[in-house]
């Protein structure tokens, strides 16, 4: 089946720090999606891409849609403590389910 | 808007006993997800409904787990009987996209089997 390989796995950066993950792929999706998940919660839905090449932002929240269809990016500006959580990846290709990467674990230190 | 309620929040039971997980979507969303979530696997889709109607339950793990949608606003996840593997948090998610993103997660049932 798909897999999706997200890096990396987990990150401790300082307060006002950017960061960077990324989501890779064995197969082309139409679709990238990017989720966090606060501990205790269920995912939210940050930002969504449905354009190869795409380049999107959400506040401090920046995403792109890989040119090849097979990887996408995450930026988060000026992180601060709140941005602590999982970040999860997923990514669909026509009408099938949603596919899940393992996560990016963010730790912020003030 | 109400987002999408899960209930129980937290579920602690014996191996061998029945475990019902329930669902309530947000109002007018079409489809319904379950998902399993565990650190070795991740989440995990473990069948979703559209319009009330079961459409892919290949991530069902076997036959002990069953899922039914009996109303556009109640689903229910059923494992029986449950074992220590099945411990997990499980989600529902529901969305009214076309492309069947799920878009709304609930907060999960955090299941503990002993």
């Known amino acids: 089946g798909q897999q999706l390989n997200q890096s990396p796995q987990s990150m401790f950066i300082q307060e006002g720090e950017d960061v960077s993950m990324n989501c890779t792929s064995s197969s082309i999706f139409n679709t990238w999606l990017w989720y966090k998940q606060d501990p205790g919660e269920g995912p939210v839905l940050l930002i969504a891409?449905?354009?190869?090449?795409e380049l999107t932002s959400n506040g401090r929240l920046t995403a792109q849609f890989g040119t090849t269809r097979k990887d996408s990016f995450l930026n988060i500006s000026a992180s601060i403590p709140s941005d602590v959580g999982i970040y999860f990846c997923?990514?669909?290709?026509?009408?099938?389910?949603?596919?899940f990467g393992k996560g990016t674990r963010l730790s912020v230190i003030a | 808007d109400a987002g999408v309620i899960q209930s129980p929040r937290h579920e602690v039971t014996e191996m061998g006993q029945e475990v019902t997980l329930r669902c309530k979507p947000i109002s007018g969303h079409d489809y319904l997800f379950w998902y399993r979530q565990t650190m070795m696997r991740g989440l995990e889709l473990l069948i979703y409904?559209?319009?009330?109607?079961?459409?892919?339950d290949s991530g069902m793990p076997e036959d002990r787990f069953s899922a039914k949608m009996p109303n556009a606003s109640f689903s229910t996840l059923k494992i029986q009987p449950s074992e220590p593997r099945d411990s997990a948090v499980y989600f529902c998610a529901s969305s009214r996209d076309r492309a069947i993103q799920p878009q709304h997660f609930g907060d999960g049932t955090r299941l503990s089997i002993l």
């Open positions: 409904f559209n319009n009330n109607v079961p459409i892919d």
């Open positions: 997923a990514g669909q290709l026509g009408n099938t389910p949603l596919v």
């Open positions: 891409l449905y354009k190869a090449g």
